[in-house]
């Protein structure tokens, strides 16, 4: 017994020495602090495209720039440090008012670390997740009036006792001491249920000006169930739009018509794991995993239709064509941009300070299959400029946010926190 509480007890505290050490401001500054973008010679904009492998099909773009922009370098000097290394698969990263952040964990744990990336705080009380393939504890987002409320939103893989999983979002109060969710009610379940794996859930939660949600959905990634991203009868491969208790904000675009769900605010989406609100133009931005050669940027206008599975850009994992092979039909969308080769966005955010001026507006995207944070520059709807950001740290990049400092705030499935500040 006394040997077992021994390495229970150096379990626990070693890693939490580890932490601590990285985190002792005299510490860090050598081992985990790097300064990158050291002032070149020559152009910082219209650089060659940061894409050089070759694509996976020969499908051309629907206009000028929809792929492969212009490279462009940041000329800010920034610092790059790693202020947290043992975060347990974070999915999600979340702003509090008073700059700390709220953290989920894929296997179902929800955190709260300081701005300087110390642990506070864990939170228990959340409903069990289905922690498998692609499925866990997803998303979070804090009410517009967390202040006053303490209200936390949050969507997770659900098993049903009828078979199957499938995206839930959920609502509690955050208790007092911050270490319990009080109150949980589960307000939208995106159905149907699937069990042919545990893939491509969608999920990202973003408040409208009006404190309602708009989530998005993935089509869960089975050949027998793709299309129901076109079937206006099921909440899969769509935006919805509700409200704080989970039911479809009034008057949404397909309200009326027969057999709609109400809440469907777009479709024919397909893992759709980035969604922002452009604070430039008051416009939803969503990013998505498209096949072999098809992420996409969309910009997310009411009853609108993606056109995932019918048109996209790329094939299969398997080489054959998606469907007819298509890339362009009326009635359907265009993204705004998309990559092929993929790169896998996760979580997206709009940068909108000041302190590194060159980035305002600029539009951040965690890649995973790509390891880097990739930089769109805009120009409207048109990306003139794409930058990668630390593609030499071989992380898998799964969310971000600006932070109240106007440092950039990125965490990886590998359990690094990063802070990209302005040097
Ligand atoms: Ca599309």
């Not at 060659?48 to 499908?59: G, H, I, L, Q, W």
């Not at 393939?133 to 998303?139: A, C, F, P, T, V």
């Not at 206008?301 to 048109?311: D, L, M, S, T």
Request: proline letters at 5%; glycine letters at 12%.
């Amino acid at each position: 017994m006394k040997i077992l509480n021994r390495l229970t007890l150096a379990i626990l505290i070693i890693p939490a020495l580890a932490a601590a050490c990285k985190n002792t401001p005299g510490n860090n500054s050598n081992s985990d602090s790097t300064t990158v973008n050291e002032p070149g010679n020559g152009s910082d904009t219209n650089l060659p495209p940061v894409e050089t492998k070759a694509p996976n099909s020969d499908y051309k773009p629907a206009f000028a720039g929809q792929t492969r922009a212009p490279g462009m370098r940041t000329k800010t000097l920034l610092t790059v440090t790693v202020i947290n290394s043992s975060l347990n698969a974070p999915w999600a990263i979340c702003n509090l008012p008073d700059g700390r952040f709220l953290i989920t964990q894929k296997a179902g744990t929800m955190i709260i670390l300081t701005s300087a990336g110390v642990k506070e705080k864990e939170i228990s009380g959340l409903p069990a997740v289905v922690n498998a393939g692609q499925g866990g504890l997803l998303d979070v987002n804090i009410d517009p009036q967390f202040s006053s409320n303490r209200m936390v939103y949050w969507d997770y893989a659900e098993q049903q006792s009828t078979g199957g999983s499938l995206l839930a979002v959920a609502k509690g109060k955050l208790s007092a001491d911050e270490t319990k969710m009080e109150n949980i009610q589960v307000i939208y379940r995106a159905k149907p249920a699937y069990d042919g794996g545990n893939l491509q859930y969608g999920s990202r939660i973003v408040f409208d000006q009006q404190g309602n949600l708009f989530v998005t959905t993935g089509e869960r990634s089975g050949d027998d169930i793709r299309m129901k991203a076109q079937d206006l009868s099921a909440g899969i491969g769509k935006v919805i739009h509700i409200t704080k208790d989970g039911v479809a904000v009034p008057n949404g675009p397909f309200a009326n018509t027969v057999n709609a769900l109400p809440e469907i605010y777009a479709l024919g989406l397909r893992s759709p794991e980035g969604l922002a609100w452009n604070p430039a133009n008051n416009e939803l931005w969503e990013a998505e995993f498209g096949p072999r050669g098809g992420d996409e940027i969309n910009v997310i206008e009411a009853g609108k239709n993606y056109g995932w599975p019918v048109i996209t850009y790329g094939i299969e994992y398997s080489g054959a064509k998606v469907g007819d092979g298509i890339q362009q039909k009326a009635g359907m969308e265009q993204p705004l941009y998309y990559w092929d080769p993929v790169i896998s966005p996760s979580g997206i955010t709009f940068y909108n300070s000041d302190v590194i001026s060159e980035w305002k507006g600029n539009l951040f995207l965690a890649c995973l299959s790509s390891q880097h944070i990739c930089r769109i520059a805009l120009n409207g709807h048109k990306v003139i400029g794409e930058e990668r950001l630390l593609a030499g740290e071989g992380q898998r990049f799964r969310a971000l946010t600006q932070g109240k400092d106007g440092a950039l705030y990125a965490v990886t499935d590998g359990g690094r926190l990063y802070r990209i500040a302005k040097k």
